[in-house]
């Protein structure tokens, strides 16, 4: 006879996910239908009916280890066929808000930026921060402040060396932080998955050589073409406004490090070469970053009127911190255009300020990546690259440093 178990459940984990937009989960009744209707779900592995009974019971271990969670697009195909409105894609996304909770540290800053006010106050702290620091540093240079005096230059304002040390530090935590989440992630998704340990008592990780070439590279592919992302009925459309957006950060991530390498590495730190920037408008580097910048804002754009369209059609139901994000990448984008624009006419007492207010919220959306939604890049790449790997596991095409791969006698 079976042994019976008993469900400890935790009602903190059920509560967060149903203040996250997740409420209509205690609506399912298990019928199964969604897991069918999903064109990204797999016969070996379907969901999201599973994930919906696990978090009815409370069952928040069961649901962090699950790598289906974020092979979930949040299409709405499943929401429109429910036949009890439970809308589970929507409670799929809100599972995912609370997994990146899950593994950010410290905890605080992923409470207060999953707050419409909490964003509000870091991207006003981070300007102040910024005019401190333009403060000290004018009386290094001997530039007036808060407005400079002749024309609108932003490195008279503040040199690329406070700048780099602001936003170089806010990336080291930003990274170092995102690399203790997607670790944690990685063994309890290999725990899951019920693959087994390596000798270190620790679940493995292919080595570096091949974890690159044959996993994470095709998973970027992938993401690059939002391959699996089409496949989504629903909300199909929503692939070509979030395939702006990320390349519009690919393009400006490009651009950042150019200017990063020119200006402040080979003119400002070396002495190598002469200025670099403010570039004229015609240089290539100059038209890239313009391009950019109009990608970003009119791709959040499509992404914002398409989330309106839909949740008037009752297919797909956006949190706040869907919004938090939207807003925050749209006021990245629109201060940059309108600090560039208030340069080119020379409006200082508006360039500035505008220019202080784009920094605060670069800073924020920097800092927001292993705290917000904005966290998927980290762990819904991560997701892919394990689906990758844990198939080629269980098919036993691959065993590195693992005791023996699933399924093997020998
Ligand atoms: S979420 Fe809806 S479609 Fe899916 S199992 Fe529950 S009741 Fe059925
Ligand atoms: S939202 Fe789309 S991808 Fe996600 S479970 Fe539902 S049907 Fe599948």
Redesign the pocket.
Known sequence: MAELQRVQPDLSFIKGVMESGGETVK?????????IVCPLSTEESPF??KE?LWTQWGLAGKVSGDVDVWLCHQCGD?SK????D?R?GD?LGAIRANAIRYYAEPKFIADMLSKPGGVVGAVIAAMVLVLIVAGLWSQVSGEAFPFPEGDVVYHKFMSVIPIDIIFLSICAFVLFMSYRGVVNFWQDISKGAGLPKSFTGTYPVPPIGILATQYLWPSILEILSHARFKKCGQTAERAKGHLWVLWSFIILFAVTNFVFIAEDLFHAALGWIGPVTPMPQYHPVKILANIGGIMLVAGIWMIKTMRDRKAEEGVLHSSSQDWILIWLIFSVGATGIASEIFRLINVAQIAYPVYVFHLGCVAVLFLSLPYTKFGHLLYRTTAYVFDRWAKDVKAGKAGFGLEKPIGSDH
Request: positive net charge; contains cysteine.
């Open positions: 609506r399912c009744y298990q019928c199964a239908t969604c897991s999201p009916r919906m499943c066929y429910c036949p009890r439970a589970p409670v």
